[in-house]
């Protein structure tokens, strides 16, 4: 699979929401065991104006994938430096798309003079960002619904 890592445009905001939005229901089964409640709570926010305000927001810093078929990943920074969202669309998982999305991030954020990446981790992604130099930092919650949240965080170099 060929695609570009870029800054996320408004535009964008259809194909990043949707991109989440199946990456949450089809991928994150580990973390909502189908639970439908749990699902509808997850997705309450990841809705297309939500997502268009996180991209235009000046304190934020939002990333696509972009493929041939559209946008297939997005990535979401807040300053001063914790990593809200990263999602890549069922078909786009494996290709080393969250990779690029995530390096994109943190090397935007290091040019920022950001040091630092905290994040909350489903289980399902919880070996991804190990795998990616982040620690765990803090015991494991209860997000909501069956979701558990692990904390991590990972130093940037300058």
Known sequence: MEYLIRRA???DAPGACEAVRQSIAELCIEDHRGDEATIAAWLSNKTLQN????????????????????IVGFALLCQPGTLALLYVSPGARFHGVSKRLLAFLESEASR????????ESTATARR????????????????FGTVVSYPMWKGLSP
């Open 51 to 70: 997502v268009a305000s996180w991209i235009s927001s000046p304190s934020n810093i939002a990333a696509v994938a972009e493929a041939t078929v559209g």
């Open 9 to 11: 445009e408004v535009a």
């Open 128 to 143: 991804f960002y190990a795998g990616r130099g982040f620690s765990p930092v803090g015991e494991p919650s209860l997000a």
């Open 112 to 119: 920022l003079g950001i040091r630092e990446i905290r994040l």
